[in-house]
């Protein structure tokens, strides 16, 4: 996922000549861990270096597990990391000593959009006060529905969590351990409505518009301020999102480009000098026109109408969050269920299907790890099925994580991962039109479902994609609907994977550059 | 690099060699006029005069009085101790320059500039507090922060809704709290619970010996209630002045924090309202000499009337009060002269009491310990 950005040409020549003198002034590189959500900048990002002689490295990690990494030292040789927020960083004993400098760059709250038509139903136009309880009454009384991004996955419903928690709990300060007890059942009666989640706010985003367009849209989404403005600036939406900035109070993204601690000299000139160019007026107003989130600086700001933040008060201690954001996987959102397609044909042999077993078994386990690990595995209620897939489709096997036996279940699941073997051919649609049977076959609940495919090679056997193309359309509806993640690896087709994940909505990973264990992890945040 | 065309041809080879000799003559100039030695001196401050310390207009004039001054910041409750070889240690307060003159066994101090601390509110907040009674707007246009009625207002865990007219603040539902720096690390939000201790001791400087577990609940859950600390003394100045009002309603702050962002920027916005707290307390800049030249560093800062002008174009308040005068008039900015209504702060041992006692009830809630204003650079970034 690296873009490097081109640094500037003035650099470029004054390096040529080889001059120790202007030195300074240019071939400086920045390498930063960022979340996705900055992704957006890159554009941006390349004039900020033309003109600064800054070149720009970014890669790109979920965000607590980055600012995890950044909390215990493990960091690797980045020079900087760039989330939406370091709040959580900051709830770590490690976490500021881990860090030499912070500066915000942009601002953004986490809101509310509704689909303009419903919001007028709901009473929800400009200048009338909605509260997060507001939400939650129309979630119960209205069958108001919405996508939220995963909060152990994506900064945008970690924020949104926390925001809710503390406004239903309304103490009027932080949010406190007991406060979380007490609106448990109102938190549970909350995310009954949502009906979608995702692993980034930039998916969460387009895959709202895709459902609007395909007729089976939710009614909203919990995201940044920022991309519900761009997505209605986009001109894809026929129906525009009304944005409802909740009166109880938000809690806001402000993106500090962050540099860790211990810089060379080299190193906190070139990040001051990036800084001092991102801060300035014309970039905050390239910001603000372009992404659409609130300049910091003074004389840049943003042409939508937006009312002024309210902020919620954050919580001290990192144990209310953490236990917050176990009990939202474990028992607030609604349970996940998904069919794992795994390609165990002859090519798998060896190192790759053991690649494969050691990389779903890791899911099986509370480790006790991170909270991003202790989020990625699977939780009680899931249900999880294994078809295991060769010449044809192999027996399924399905594991319900029953509370209170959940343990043993993710331990036969495990033991069922282990015994996997490779042998035979790749009929891979004809196991993936089994999983899309499996789904029909399943009680119409409240789970959100999903296809994980993953296969190392060509497919050589049973049905084309097309044919998929055709069963699908034969299926009812919420069935067909369900998305594939798709997982590249070994001698994957791409542009066939590309083309499965783009007709199911869903989304292609790549298991080829990237630890396999590390992909089922990601994928977990769409689940 | 497809696209762009190549800036510079020839023409950067004539920069280079332009520079060169630009920098043969800086060498030979700087041979001529620093032949004179400069006695390099180290001392340990209050992260709030960072700044001022690294002011390249002090440091030159430092310079030219013959010393090289470099400052590290420190956590102002450990400032006198582990001095590591300081030449001088310049806290914020009177009390913790007696703790590092009796740590170091030094009967000097100087004390060169002062600021008190106050509170800066946006307009609709401060006209919602003065209907609350809480602030007052005086005769001379400045307004007035009754901190009494304030701690009567958080004892009935007021929200800033329920404060009268309808204001930003109507739809508020956070408790009216002063938003401060960490009590653990910094000399600011310790100048807080200065002013909250005597009004809840009933209006009496804290004594020295066991805090009352009253007092030091009440003024505990002042700060525990903000939430997550901030990760630097800057930042709760930074987020009143770029977030707003709604999220940072009213910011306790150093008087010298607000007039240095006025006079040199960046600005606060137009409807930004000075706020005097009555009572309030002094910051009082002090420098405790730990070696001669120390010594001379704060005799210099004391007494050199080029320094006195720079500490006074810092925002901070200086013996002569014309200095002052004229930078707040000249920028118009609605500050007392006077500040009348101020109390004391306790000694060391009472207030060092009571701030362990705030620091054992954040240990207790389970929050992480604080960060050493030592670590790491600034938090702010850049912008002051």
Known sequence: MRRALPAAALAVALTASSCSLVEGLGGDTLRILAGSEVADLEPLLEEVSERTGVEVELDYSGTLDGLTRVAAGDTGDYDAVWFASNRYLHLHEGGRTAVHTETPVMVSPVVLGVAEGRAETLGWTSGTDVTWADVAEAVADEELTYGMTNPGASNSGFSALIGIASALADTGVALRGEDVERVRPELAEFFEGQEVTAGSSGWLAQDFERRVREGRPVDGMINYESVLLSLNDSGVMEEPLTLVHPADGTVTADYPLTLLANPSEETLSAYERLVGDLLSEETQQRIADDTWRRPVAQGASLTADVPPLVELPFPAQLEVVDELVADYVGALRRPARTVYVLDVSASMEGDRIEDLRSSLEALTGADGGSLAHRTQAFQEREEVTLLPFSTEPGEPSTFVMEPGTAESAAADLAEEVRSLEADGDTAAYDALREAYELLDAAPRDDHLTSVVFMTDGEVNRGSTLDELRTALDGMPREVAATPVFTVLFGESNETEMAELAEMTGGRVFDGREQDLEQVFREIRGYQ | ?384
């Open chain 2, 1 to 384: 690099m497809p696209g762009l065309p190549p800036p510079f041809g020839r023409r950067s080879t004539w920069i280079v060699v332009g520079a060169a000799a630009v920098a043969v003559v800086l060498v030979a100039i700087g041979f001529v006029v620093f032949t004179r030695e400069t006695t390099p001196v180290e001392g340990v401050v209050g992260s709030e005069k960072v700044a001022f310390f690294e002011d390249e207009r002090v440091q030159d004039r430092f310079e030219d009085l013959g010393y090289a001054v470099t400052v590290r910041p420190r956590g102002s409750r450990l400032l006198g101790e582990r001095t590591d070889g300081a030449d001088f240690v310049s806290p914020g307060s009177r009390h913790l320059a007696e703790r590092a003159q009796e740590l170091n066994s030094v009967s000097t101090e100087y004390l060169p500039f002062s600021t008190p601390m106050v509170l800066l509110g946006y307009e609709p907040v401060v006209d919602a507090l003065e209907g609350a009674g809480v602030a007052v707007r005086e005769e001379d246009g400045t307004w007035s922060f009754d901190m009494s009625a304030y701690l009567d207002l958080t004892e009935e865990r007021t929200r800033w809704r329920d404060l009268p007219g309808d204001s930003v603040s109507s739809s508020n539902r956070n408790e009216v709290l002063v938003r401060t720096t960490d009590p653990r690390t910094s000399n600011s939000a310790a100048m807080h619970a200065v002013v909250l201790s005597y009004l809840l001791n009933g209006e009496e400087v804290l004594a020295p010996g066991p805090v009352d577990e009253g007092v030091s609940e009440t003024i505990s859950r002042l700060f525990l209630a903000q939430g997550q600390p901030p990760e630097s003394s800057q930042q709760p100045f930074e987020q009143f002045r770029d977030l707003g009002a709604g999220h940072t309603p009213l910011v306790w702050v150093y008087e010298s924090q607000y007039v240095q962002a006025m006079v040199n920027g960046p600005e606060l916005s137009d409807d930004v309202v000075v706020l005097y707290p009555g009572p309030t307390v002094f910051s009082e800049h002090a420098v405790v000499p730990l070696t001669g030249a120390g010594n001379e560093v704060g005799r210099l800062l004391t007494e050199d009337p080029e320094l006195q002008e720079l500490a006074a174009a810092h925002g901070f308040r200086t013996d002569d009060t014309a200095r002052f005068g004229t930078l707040v008039e000249e920028y118009g900015l609605p500050v007392r002269t006077q500040v009348t209504d101020v109390v004391h702060p306790p000694t060391y041992e009472a207030l060092e009491a009571l701030l362990t006692s705030i620091e054992d009830t954040y240990e207790a809630s389970g929050a992480r310990p604080p960060v050493p204003e030592e670590a790491g650079g600034r938090g702010g970034g850049g912008r002051g």
